[in-house]
């Protein structure tokens, strides 16, 4: 028999694993669906930039997030980073992940699937819910400067609400693929003794 998961819900209710528990996704006002797709207008000229920063100043406050990054585990020298090919293509990366769900604020389902599925990934790449709020305090950071006076308190609420939204629901995607992966390993160790039977 295959291993039993509930399916899980998109939208604005807990979560059934345990970890989860209390955990529910908020949701943005209209309000604030506009402000950041107005905001967004400014911040899109700077992206590679943005990305960038970010990244170099998420591995300086926290470094054992650099650990997870093959590619950038070894670098001692952070300023190297903020030249690195790489870490512009990874930077750019995720700020173009900002951009769609900026452009599905207007579609929840499918804001909610591309999040879900870069959680899932997320398990595969190592990288557990515990740092995702890091990302969301670096990308505010990062853009501040760049909206100068069009910077209020409520685009900074805002923009945290929004980063609440997509790690609460890449969080759900994690432990999904984790039960998932489990559950596979579960039901293969399950079938080999009679796959090697009908060898004999
Ligand atoms: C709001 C939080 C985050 C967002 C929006 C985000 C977004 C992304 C995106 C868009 C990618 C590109 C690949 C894909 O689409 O699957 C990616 C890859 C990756 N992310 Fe994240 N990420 C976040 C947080 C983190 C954190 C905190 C870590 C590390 C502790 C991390 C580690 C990685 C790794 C290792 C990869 C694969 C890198 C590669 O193979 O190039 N991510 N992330």
Known sequence: MGCAISGLGLVAKPVGDARDEDV?????????????????KVIQEDIAKVGIIMFVRLFETHPECKDVFFLFRDVEDLERLRTSRELRAHGLRVMSFIEKTVARLDQPER???LALDLGKGHYRYNAPPKYYGYVGVE?????????????????????????LYVTRIMRKGYFEEERNQRCNTLDSSRERPDKRNTRL
């Open 111 to 113: 804001l909610d699937q």
């Open 24 to 40: 529910a996704v908020p949701s943005l006002s209209q309000e604030q669906i506009d402000m950041i797709k107005e905001s967004w």
């Open 139 to 163: 990308f505010i950071r990062a853009v501040q400067p760049i909206l100068k006076e069009k910077w209020t308190a409520e685009l900074e609420e805002a923009w945290k609400a929004l980063f």
